[in-house]
């Protein structure tokens, strides 16, 4: 097409050329994947516009038509719930707070496992362990760990730490938000020190041997050498931490339900879909959602695309 | 850098020190000093620390997966389990099938395993063709494909959720296998192409065009030439697409979730989490069973993996 380079031109023309036949090829091999894409992922978030302008319930959805009739009743009702704008609140929170505890402690794994020491490679791959492990496992598990009655934490705290009395991480403001919080820390920093130990392997040795030659202390040669060089990685980290974050829904939908203040608007989603079967307002909400992360992808192109981290 | 600058200002006062050989750096060389033996103390604290933060929850799991619910209950502060008390009987409640008082594990393990299976096989059979497709050979709107998939990588399934449960209802789809395996594809396919792609573009063109001038048709050099260079890159395409799909919960929730013998491994567990009837421990055994697997393979395939994870990232 018009980007393909213009030295490519006189060969465009006849069929049957070596060029043509490459691309037809190539349509060939490329389409099932394009015809996937299409139909599992853009026309659903294409159709999921339609739905959001309509009045349109779960148990009615069989003898519903494609196009029902138009509406904009649904994010009247959307943006008039008070409900919204603190799930908005929430899931603000617990996003930028999740990236920041998780960047910040893959930051911090990365730097303490930089040198080599006897066992690392172990410790390195213990440490991917909660970002590969099951989420309905890890949920579990921590949901048992958090337990008042008989989790470990609760038994550590009043027996050993001297609490006054089991706390209900899980199920009490604004405990449960911190919670939810430090389980996004936990299960998503191997994500970030991945990422940050291979750009600190690819750092020039010889920059921070030079500063210290110089009578740098190590945390002068670090604010000054080693972080300004891992700033464009920690900016990508965060963006793309963020993103997802935003939109997390197992985590909290498995820990707490959207419970005790932690209703991020990805579960509300859920819960206007499956327990109220109000597609239209469910619809909504996604879309909002949508429309903001469609603003953190653009700012993610313009900023990060040549880094091809992703 | 300011600080940097200042540095040199300071080294006056230090004038007294008495190491010659050190006098330009003056009292930052006990600065240094300090700093070293602060961080090298501290190095190891966090290292000691973020390994119990990561591990203790997967020991915990396992723990009281061999415990007895009723000593854990007289006794939930131990942190190693007395011999007399280990039991297996968990795992053999949660393994057994409903019709005998377990729990249908072993069912939710059969089904998680073929939905896993199915997705890597499609998955990979569409992703070596189209990436080959991008990789190697020139096609209107190529570069618009690559930026369609780098954008369903980004989009995060919360959003897709309701078109397609509404869109699989509607069918009537709802309770079945296969359609799942096709949404994982969509979900999974994006990552897998972009990582061939990448690896595709580092296996010199030359080699193939060898062989063709030699004249092997292109399905040929395919075969014979680019799959079994490609290999490294398709094994761990193939291990985390099979990650992804085993431990997935959003979709599986939507389509299984009123079909208890479809349920995969983690609906099962997480639909069962809430009931009073079934003890802890017995699902503790059902959440060894779900991460084992996963566990056993990243340790297995750990150098084969990390490069592949990065790129192959969760969906939010």
Redesign the interface.
């Known amino acids: 097409m018009s980007s393909s380079p213009r030295a490519a031109q006189p060969e465009r023309a006849g069929r049957g050329t070596l060029r043509w036949r490459e691309a037809r090829t190539g349509l060939a091999l490329i389409s099932p994947t394009v015809v996937l894409v299409l139909v599992l992922v853009v026309l659903p978030i294409l159709w999921t516009v339609l739905l959001a302008f309509q009045d349109l319930r779960l148990i009615r959805l069989r003898s519903a038509g494609l196009f029902g009739d138009l509406t904009v009743e649904n994010f009247a009702d959307v943006f008039g719930s008070p409900g919204f704008w603190q799930a908005l609140v929430t899931t603000l929170v617990y996003a930028g707070c999740g990236t920041a505890a998780s960047v910040g402690l893959g930051l911090v794994a990365a730097l303490a496992l930089r040198r080599p020491f006897r066992g690392r490679t172990f410790v390195r791959a213990s440490l991917l362990l909660p970002y590969v492990a099951p989420v309905v496992a890890a949920t579990f598990v921590w949901g048992v760990m958090l337990n008042p009655q008989f989790g470990i934490v609760n038994e550590v705290g009043t027996g050993v730490l001297g609490w006054d009395e089991p706390i209900p991480f899980l199920t009490e403001r604004p405990t449960a938000l911190a919670t939810v919080i430090v389980f996004e820390m936990w299960r998503s920093f191997p994500f970030a020190f991945l990422f940050l130990t291979a750009r600190l392997q690819a750092a020039p040795a010889s920059l921070e041997e030079a500063a210290r030659v110089d009578g740098a202390t190590p945390t002068q040669v670090f604010r000054h050498i080693t972080l300004p060089q891992l700033m464009p990685t920690i900016a990508v980290l965060a963006l793309l931490r963020f993103i997802w974050t935003f939109n997390n829904f197992d985590d909290i939908y498995l820990l707490t339900g959207g419970g005790a203040g932690t209703e991020v608007i990805s579960v509300r989603v859920f819960d206007y879909l499956v327990s109220r079967g109000d597609i239209g307002a469910a619809s909504a909400q996604a879309l909002v959602l949508s429309v903001v992360l469609l603003v953190l992808v653009t700012v993610y192109y313009r900023f990060a695309a040549k880094d091809e981290v992703a | ?1 300011t ?2 600058v200042t ?1 040199p200002a300071e080294t006056p006062a230090a004038a007294a020190d008495t190491r010659p050989s050190r006098a ?2 003056g009292r ?2 006990s ?2 000093t300090v ?2 033996r602060v ?1 090298g103390v501290l ?1 190891w604290v ?2 000691v620390g ?2 119990l ?3 203790f ?2 020991y ?2 396992v723990l ?1 997966s061999l415990r007895d619910l009723s000593s ?2 007289q006794d ?2 131990r ?1 190693w389990p007395a011999l007399s008390e280990l039991t297996a009987d968990t795992y053999r409640d949660v393994l057994a099938p409903t019709a005998s008082g377990g729990q249908g594990f072993l069912r939710f393990m059969l089904n998680s395993g073929l939905v896993a299976l199915g997705t890597v096989a499609v998955t990979l059979v ?2 070596v ?2 990436s ?3 990789a190697r ?7 618009r ?1 690559s930026v ?20 699989f ?2 069918l009537g789809l709802r309770g079945a296998l296969a359609p799942l395996v ?2 994982y ?2 979900q999974t ?2 990552v897998a ?2 990582t061939l792609r990448n690896y595709f573009q580092t296996v010199p063109a030359s080699i193939e065009e060898a062989a063709a001038v030699d004249g092997a048709t ?1 399905l040929t050099v395919m075969r014979r030439i680019t799959l079994p260079l490609a290999m490294p890159a398709i094994l761990s395409n193939a291990l985390f697409v099979f ?1 992804i799909a ?2 997935e ?2 979709f599986a929730l ?1 389509f299984l979730v009123e079909v208890r013998p479809r349920w995969t ?3 099962g ?2 639909q069962l ?1 809430g009931s009073i009837e079934i003890p ?1 421990t017995v ?2 055994a059902g ?2 069973i ?2 084992l697997p ?2 056993v393979l ?2 297995a395939t ?1 150098r084969l993996l ?1 490069g592949g ?3 192959g ?4």
Request: charged share 10%.
């Open positions: 850098m600080r940097m540095a330009p750096t930052g060389w600065r240094t700093e070293t961080l190095r966090v290292i973020l390994a933060f990561t591990l929850p997967f915990y799991m009281l854990l209950l939930p502060g942190l569409f992703a063709l189209g080959y497709a991008i050979l020139r096609f209107p709107g190529r570069r494909v369609l998939f780098l954008a369903v990588y980004l989009f995060p399934s919360i959003l897709l959720a309701v078109p397609l449960f509404v869109f209802t509607r096709l949404v594809v969509s396919i994006a192409i972009y292109r990650m085993w431990n919960f959003l939507l491994v983690s609906l567990l997480s989490a802890t699902l503790m959440s060894v779900l991460t996963i566990v990243f340790f750990e990390t994870l990065t790129a990232a969760e969906k939010g």
